[in-house]
Each structure stands twice: as structure tokens, then as C-alpha cells.
């Protein structure tokens, strides 16, 4: 019994020492540490411990110092950590896994619950919206939870939606808008989004991805769900619960991603994640837009942000051609909600709508840096002349209720004159500038066709038949 005592004494103090020579010699403590203490120790929930536990185990396994059993009860518990969005995640316990799973020591079933898991979503809606219209709401996510190297296709649907605590059937009605990157469209009205559509769905990677890199990308105008409300809601504060299943898939560059439709038979397994929103139902007099009024500092920063506004046109077929105009992405110093138009060859089309709330611009939800971002609008001009294109710019107000977060728009119009425009053939890959300028130097920033123009450009050329040139 004495002998069993002296043992029990002693156990602390061998940590202790351990932990002394630790200090002194600097080396890495955890490498000191037996496997339970380890697997205790990623119970917790310091982000710093997390992280060094994680690559000790990493350090172990390159060394042969794992078996079978042990990897199972890592990746066990690096998927556990993963899914918990209150726990501080480090992309060290995805190499962990990725690096097992190359030698085949981890599941299809685990690896699928790695991609389900791959992120930690938000739920954002219009805090304030007037009696009988729809609600806006816009799934994002909050953190990227994978491996250093990863990349993941993920989509979230609605498995069940909740109204002040009552069963609720979210229709989609005409989409709402949102200046930030995405890649879904809600053209289809009166359509359940508990039918197989997704809610969300976006490209994440880890953060030596090679996803992206050199890539250049359009920021079309995004669109967010409009949920369709009770006809009998009451004024006042309401809660809106979502209950999501997410669904990640690798991407592999050479055979892409597919996407899914919920309502197909699907047994794959599902991430569970509930979102919650508070919103206010007001009187309609109360939930309008508030117009900044018009001022030449402002207008000016407003040009600055969205310039240089380039263009280019091309043969849509039947005889009529198509315009791109591109807008620079950047930050507006105050919310901007706008109707563009195109002034071409004695007439004016309609372009779409542009908006921006006053952050990080167009990048804001990207995966891709500002520089490479744009806001891309097209529309027909049939046979018109382009030579003096304008651009109008005419405030509405409005096109805000239809965003989550735009409560404030400048009020005043923007024209922009003598655009830069492009003619494309894509047959021959020439390019005509149809624009006259006063010199023939170019700085390289005012000449660009937009981000959609380069990529589909590069795109044609990478798909040219070489045989054909021969």
C-alpha cells in the first residue's frame, strides 16, 4: 500500500518536471504527453491547446507512432470539434484527417461528415419590414472549418422552418438582392424552398487552397430568398427559426462538383445546423428607406468607387449584340440603390439593378480579392451605335427593401459619360476599342473588359480547336 501511495505522489511530480525541463530546454511540451492526456486535453476549448494537440498527433503520425485504434479516436475527435461551432477550430486537425485518410484509415462516412461540416453558417434578415411584405433573408457563412488544403462544394437546405415558434412553409416570392457574391438564383416563384432547393450553396477551401488563385471572377448582382409571410402576422418582434441540413462535396479541378436537389433520394449523411432571427413587422409607414440627400463630395466618392466603368459589346445572334458594363467593386461611403441604364445610339435600356451597402463592397462575401471583382450588367442594344455610350445611374430607393441590410441610399442620379467600349468577335478573339481617347497611353487600370469579359475571353481561347488553325 505504501509503495502504491509513494507511485501516486510521484505522478504529479514527473509532470512537473517534465514541464520544467519543457521550459528551460524549449522544448515542445505536448510531445512529452501520453495519448489519453492528449485526447483529455481536446476536450477544452483554449484555441492555443486545440492547435498544438492537434499537430503532436500530425508529428506522431508521420512517425509511425499511431495504430488503427488511436487514428479512429483522433479523427473522432477532430470531427466532433469541427461540428461544434462554439469550439475554436484549427485547420491542423483537417491536415490531420486528410493526411490519414490518404493512407485509408478514415471512413467514407467520416470524410463525408469532414465536407458537411465545413462550415459555420449565419442567418441575416431585414431587421424591419412593413406589413404584408416579404422578408428577406440571406445565409452566409461565419467560418470555414476545414483542412489547410481542401476544397468543398457546400449547399444548405431547409429541412423545417419555424414562424414565432409555429411550423412554417417559407415560399420563395420575387428574390430580394445582395451585393456580395452568389451563386444561386431565385427566378422561380411560389416555390417551396423545403422542395429541394438550396438556401445557400458557396465554394470554401482552406487557406493554402489552390481554388481561385489567378482566377478572375464576375459579381453579378446576387439575390437572396424572399420568404413569403402569414397574410394574419401581427406588428411587432417575431422570430424566424431555420432548421438546415448541409451537404459538402470535394472538388476535384479536373471533374468539378455537381449540384443536389434535396427532393432527390439522397442517403448521404446530413449536417444539422439551426439558425435563429429576430425581425419587427411595422406599419408601412414605418419601415421605408431614408434618402441621403444629394452632394457633390459624395457623388464624387461614389464615381471613385465605381470607376473606371469599362465595357464591351458582342453578337448575341439574330442580328442584335449584347452590352456588358462593368462596375469597379470597392466600398461605398454610404448604401447605394440604383436603376442603371445605357444612353446608346439615341436610346436607353434598362440594365438592372445596383447595390451596395457601405462595408467591404462587392468582395465582401467572396472568395476572391476586390481587384478581381467587378459588378457586371448586360443588356440588348440591337444594331446601336456605341462610339459615345452613357451610363445613368437613377436612385431608387426601393430596390432596398428587397436586401437585408441597406436602410440608407444616396438620393441623387450619376451619369457617367464616354464609357469604354469594347467590340468583341469571338470567332477571330479580336478586339476593337471603339472608344476615342486623346492619347494613346493607357495605365492599365481603364482598359480592362470587366471580370466576366476576361473570363469568358480566356475561356474561348481555351476552347479553340487547335485542328482548325492548322
Known amino acids: 500500500m505504501a509503495s502504491i501511495g509513494a507511485v501516486l505522489i510521484l505522478l504529479p511530480l514527473s509532470g512537473i518536471c517534465v514541464t520544467v525541463y519543457a521550459v528551460l530546454t524549449g522544448a515542445d511540451i505536448h510531445s512529452y ?114 483542412s489547410s488544403g481542401s476544397m468543398v462544394f457546400a449547399q444548405a437546405f431547409i429541412s423545417s422552418a419555424f414562424l414565432d415558434g409555429q411550423p412554417l412553409e417559407p415560399q420563395i416570392v420575387p428574390p430580394g438582392v445582395t451585393d456580395e457574391f452568389s451563386m444561386l438564383n431565385y427566378a ?15 465554394m470554401v477551401s482552406g487557406d493554402s487552397s489552390p481554388w481561385g488563385m ?104 439574330f442580328g442584335g449584340r449584347q452590352a456588358q458594363i462593368s462596375l469597379q467593386g470597392g466600398a461605398v461611403p454610404c448604401g447605394i440603390a440604383f436603376d442603371a441604364f445605357l444612353r446608346v445610339g439615341g436610346k436607353q435600356v434598362a440594365l438592372g439593378p445596383v447595390l451596395r451597402a457601405p462595408r467591404s463592397g462587392t468582395a465582401a462575401a467572396s472568395p476572391f480579392p476586390p481587384g478581381m471583382m467587378s459588378t457586371d450588367l448586360s443588356a440588348s442594344i440591337g444594331k446601336a451605335d456605341i462610339t459615345d455610350a452613357t451610363l445613368v445611374l437613377k436612385p431608387n430607393p426601393a430596390l432596398a427593401l428587397r436586401t437585408t441590410e441597406i436602410t440608407r441610399v444616396y438620393g441623387g442620379e450619376i451619369v457617367i459619360e464616354s464609357l469604354e467600349i469594347q467590340d468583341v468577335d469571338f470567332e477571330s478573339g479580336v478586339q476593337i476599342d471603339t472608344t476615342d481617347t486623346e492619347t494613346d497611353e493607357d495605365d492599365g487600370s481603364g482598359s480592362a473588359l470587366g471580370a466576366l469579359g476576361r473570363f469568358f475571353l480566356e475561356s474561348a481561347k481555351d476552347n479553340e480547336d487547335p485542328e482548325e488553325d492548322e
Not at 113 to 127: E, G, K, T, W
Not at 274 to 283: C, D, G, N, Q
Open 214 to 317: 489567378g482566377m478572375t471572377m464576375s459579381m453579378q448582382m446576387g439575390e437572396v430568398p424572399m420568404l413569403g409571410l402569414p397574410d394574419d402576422i401581427a406588428p411587432g418582434d417575431h422570430e424566424l427559426r431555420l432548421v438546415l441540413s448541409v451537404r459538402g462535396q470535394e472538388v476535384d479541378m479536373n471533374s468539378g462538383f455537381g449540384w443536389e436537389n434535396q427532393s432527390e433520394e439522397n442517403d448521404a449523411a446530413q449536417h444539422i445546423v439551426t439558425l435563429t432571427s429576430r425581425f419587427v413587422v411595422t406599419p408601412t409607414d414605418e419601415a421605408g428607406i431614408e434618402v441621403i440627400e444629394p452632394t457633390a463630395e459624395l457623388e464624387a466618392e461614389i464615381r471613385d468607387v465605381l470607376s473606371p466603368v469599362s465595357g464591351w459589346v458582342y453578337d448575341a445572334g
Open 188 to 202: 422561380i416563384p411560389n416555390q417551396s424552398m423545403g422542395a429541394g432547393f438550396p438556401i445557400w450553396a458557396d
Open 33 to 146: 504527453k501520453p495519448t489519453g492526456i492528449l485526447l483529455w486535453e481536446a476536450k477544452g476549448d483554449n484555441a492555443q491547446t486545440l492547435a498544438a494537440v492537434a499537430k503532436e498527433f500530425s508529428k506522431r503520425r508521420q512517425a509511425g507512432k499511431l495504430d488503427s485504434a488511436t487514428i479512429g479516436r483522433v479523427v473522432d475527435t477532430a470531427l466532433a470539434i469541427q461540428g461544434d461551432p462554439d469550439r475554436p477550430w484549427s485547420e491542423d486537425w483537417g491536415d490531420f484527417i486528410e493526411m490519414v485518410n490518404l493512407d485509408g484509415d478514415v471512413t467514407d462516412e467520416q470524410m463525408q461528415r469532414f465536407r458537411n461540416q465545413c462550415v459555420s453558417l449565419a442567418c441575416d434578415v431585414r431587421p424591419r419590414i412593413a406589413m404584408g411584405r416579404p422578408l428577406p433573408i440571406k445565409i452566409s457563412h461565419e467560418e470555414i472549418r476545414l
